[in-house]
């Protein structure tokens, strides 16, 4: 089975600041990796997928980069609407794994 | 828009059964054409996949932390998912999210219901 490892598992950030989450996997993912978020209390929010290609909706200060193993989440300019937990996800061959979570507090 | 509304949720000792259900709406005519996924989240935890049904429902695959006790289904002509779950145990208390997949099976999780709660107790 494949393993995500997210990291950190807490970031404390403010408005306006650059944040990065980073993901590794267990083997090559290709560039099969999403990213959620979600609040509490809510049904997570698909953000990007295929490691770099933006959900419909989803403003541009998000982005994600990478292939292989490792993969960035960065939030260009964090906004009240973003201090939320993270997940990464991969998706390859009739498996989909999530990592444990980052969540983005307000600092 | 598409939307699912999760139901059947409730509390079940161990080794008891629940079914849930994930009616669709949106989809047009389009429902048989999208797989569908079934995703936990226990008390405080992180997301778990548990389940994906092909848009036919000829294919299903399973975590394996569920794997023999849960059965995934759907019903194209009502536009519902349901899971059946079995044997029921303590660590299987979690909120269960129904989801659409993106485009293709092996895809993620493009929409998603607001959950139904699953509490496993004596």
């Known amino acids: 089975d494949i393993q995500m490892t997210q990291s950190p598992p807490t970031l404390s950030a403010s408005v306006g600041d650059r944040v990065t989450i980073t993901c590794r996997a267990s083997q090559s993912l290709s560039s099969w990796l999403a990213w959620y978020q979600q609040k509490p209390g809510k049904a997570p929010k698909l953000l990007i997928y295929?490691?770099?290609t933006l959900e419909s909706g989803v403003p541009s200060r998000f982005s994600g980069s990478g292939s292989g193993t490792e993969f960035t989440l960065t939030i260009s300019s964090l906004q009240p609407d973003d201090f939320a937990t993270y997940y990464c996800q991969q998706y390859n061959s009739y498996s989909w794994t999530f990592g444990q979570g980052t969540k983005v507090e307000i600092k | 828009e598409v939307q699912l509304l999760e139901s059947g949720g409730g509390t079940v000792q161990p080794g008891g059964s629940l079914r849930l259900s994930c009616a669709t709406s949106?989809?047009?005519?389009?429902?048989?054409?999208?797989?569908m996924a079934w995703v936990r989240q226990a008390p405080g935890k992180g997301l778990e996949w548990v389940s994906v049904?092909?848009?036919?429902?000829?294919?299903?695959y399973y975590a394996d932390s569920v794997k023999g006790r849960f059965t995934v289904s759907r019903d194209n002509l009502k536009d519902t998912v349901y899971l059946q779950m079995n044997s029921l145990r303590v660590e299987d208390t979690a909120v269960y999210y129904c989801?659409?997949?993106?485009?293709?099976?092996?895809?993620?999780?493009?929409?998603w219901g607001q959950g139904t709660k699953v509490t496993v107790s004596s």
């Open positions: 949106g989809f047009g005519f389009y429902f048989s054409t999208y797989a």
């Open positions: 989801a659409k997949v993106l485009r293709d099976t092996t895809d993620p999780f493009h929409v």
């Open positions: 295929r490691a770099s």
């Open positions: 049904i092909s848009d036919g429902g000829g294919n299903t």
